[in-house]
């Protein structure tokens, strides 16, 4: 039975076990008592009655053959019944048996006044834990309404209302979750669109500024050819912004399916920096690439070269003239790992920990183009396939980042 997982009723059960052995001890020393009683009035009625016979003359023989007499006579009842003693004799008119009857009644009075109160005080002491427990719930219980789950519903005794107080705070807990992701996703939004609304600010007021240059000296081919290069420079960096925002959101939303498949990793790395190597040269800066040709990785060669090629340019962003990127990889008996290595300034300490963060831009990073997405969306490709990413930085020294695929996604 469930109720005796309760540990409040089974101590409502175990007083009422207490008070049942109390009644039956009562009543074993009120019976003890009333034999006493009974005794004590029988041997004062042949103490009474001998005392007058003795008086009168009778023989202690016929006295003790009277008094020890078992056998009842139909004199002896006709007798009595002239003296008034029978049945329907009033006990007023019996003083030894009025006595007893007035002495049972006193006692078996104050038993029941004794049984009521105890009985009186376990309910009530029961009652009023449970009806505080309850207040407590459905104060508790109002909290989780109100949007405030610190506290929670006691779940340290057994018992059918300590797991529904479980099932409760097992409900709250999944209603906290789903308050906090509802919170953090306003927040998200809102510090999103803020950042949109920044990054887009200034490329629109350069569009317009172009476009009133050009309007203002139609004639001058020169000025007109030279702002509609920077409008279009602008209307690029507008369509990186949004085009990479679109893809963040769909990796976030679930709504990518990754192609994968085998293929040589010497393929996927050439594919991210193809784009690259020009400008690497420009900058007079070097991208270097050593392992094993034969090596293979399972993934989307798409999106794991635009997250790769994502990490070198952000290397070349941040390393100065006759700087090195050196792209290596190696297997280990549980993952592939591929490494991302340049000598350049390294990464302050204050933005270690936000690095991977939407639209973070360092303040040692303000002469450098950049939206700040580059990074999240290469972290978002790279898990959303099952792997890792992390770096390893050292001021002045460069930084590494590295990704690992785990063996059951290299295959």
């Not at 039975?1 to 009543?27: A, E």
């Not at 989780?144 to 506290?151: A, D, M, T």
């Not at 993934?299 to 790769?308: F, H, K, L, Q, R």
């Amino acid at each position: 039975m469930s109720f005796f997982y309760d540990k409040l009723s089974r101590k409502f059960f175990t007083g009422i076990i207490l008070f049942v052995l109390f009644l039956f001890i009562i009543d074993m020393i009120i019976a003890t008592m009333q034999k006493n009683i009974i005794q004590k009035v029988i041997i004062n009625h042949d103490n009474a009655m001998v005392s007058c016979l003795l008086e009168q003359g009778v023989p202690e023989n016929i006295i003790a053959k009277a008094v020890t007499n078992t056998q009842i006579t139909q004199n002896g009842e006709k007798l009595l019944g002239k003296l008034g003693i029978n049945e329907n004799t009033d006990v007023r008119f019996l003083p030894f048996i009025s006595n007893f009857s007035r002495k049972t009644i006193f006692v078996n009075s104050i038993k029941f006044i004794f049984s009521t109160i105890f009985i009186l005080i376990i309910v009530i002491l029961f009652l009023y834990k449970r009806e505080r427990l309850y207040r407590q719930a459905a104060k508790t219980v109002s909290d989780y309404s109100e949007g405030n789950f610190y506290n929670y519903l006691p779940q340290s005794y057994t018992g059918t209302i300590y797991y529904l107080f479980g099932c409760i705070n097992n409900m709250a807990s999944v209603l906290k979750s789903k308050h906090e992701n509802e919170h953090n996703t306003k927040n998200f939004l809102k510090n999103t669109i803020s950042d949109i609304s920044h990054q887009l600010k200034t490329p629109l007021a350069a569009l317009s500024m172009y476009n009133e240059i050009i309007l203002d000296e139609p004639e001058n081919t020169n000025t007109v050819i030279l702002f509609t290069q920077k409008s279009d420079i602008a209307i690029e960096r507008i369509k990186t912004l949004v085009l990479t925002l679109l893809k963040i959101t769909r990796l976030d939303a679930g709504g990518i399916d990754f192609e994968k498949r085998k293929y040589p990793i010497i393929d996927v790395i050439n594919k991210a920096i193809e784009n690259l190597t020009i400008r690497a040269e420009n900058e007079k800066k070097k991208i270097i690439i050593k392992g094993n040709q034969n090596e293979t990785i399972f993934c989307d060669i798409n999106w794991t070269s635009e997250a790769i090629g994502n990490i070198v340019k952000n290397a070349l962003d941040h390393t100065n003239i006759n700087g090195e990127i050196n792209i290596s990889w190696e297997r280990t008996p549980i993952e592939l790992r591929i490494f991302i290595a340049d000598n350049g300034s390294g990464i302050q300490e204050e933005d270690f920990h936000h690095i991977f963060k939407r639209f973070y831009r360092s303040k040692n990073s303000s002469n450098i183009q950049g939206i700040g997405l580059g990074l999240p969306l290469a972290k978002a490709v790279i898990e959303g396939q099952g792997g890792i990413i992390s770096l390893q930085t050292k001021q002045g020294e460069g930084t590494i980042f590295s990704i690992m695929f785990p063996y059951k996604t290299v295959r």
